[in-house]
């Protein structure tokens, strides 16, 4: 083999080994990758389907309850004109209240609604993710239009 084929072929399987590796890094991106949706685009049918996807606002006052065995929990989150219900077993972070903000991140199961593996709370009084806030004022405006 010439010198030039050598060169070539070194190229080529470099090439290769590139392609297959942004190949690998793309793939564990996507399988990553986790959308935010408000309750209003849950309900509107926006969310992949048998994705893990998250879903934020506020805890709607007086909706949480807690099973009587066991870590579980069920809550409703709300954007002030729609609410998905929310399940989740385990301990909820210390600044998870009623009327505040909050992510929860899982998947939706039939029969069962929104079922979180993480649920994530503001960390102070001035925080909120900026999709939940973009969401709640862009839901509180349509529902000034829609009146």
């Known amino acids: 083999m010439t010198p030039r084929r050598q060169r070539l072929l070194l190229v080529l399987i470099g090439l290769v080994a ?8 793309a793939s564990a991106f996507q399988k990553n990758l986790v959308f935010f949706f408000t309750p209003s685009q849950v309900l509107a049918g926006e969310v992949p389907k048998q994705q893990r996807f998250r879903v934020g606002g506020l805890v709607q006052a007086g ?42 991140q899982g998947r939706l199961v039939d029969g069962l609604g929104f079922v979180a593996d993480e649920v994530l709370a503001k960390h102070d009084e001035n925080y909120m993710p900026p999709e939940a806030a973009y969401a709640l004022k862009k839901a509180a405006d349509d529902s000034k239009a829609a009146r």
């Open 18 to 25: 590139l392609g297959i590796g942004a190949s690998l890094v």
């Open 63 to 104: 909706s949480v309850q807690r099973e009587a065995e066991g870590a579980g929990v069920s809550f409703r989150v709300t954007d002030q004109a729609n609410t998905v219900d929310v399940h989740y077993q385990g301990a909820l972070p210390d600044l998870f209240k009623e009327g505040k903000g909050v992510v929860a």
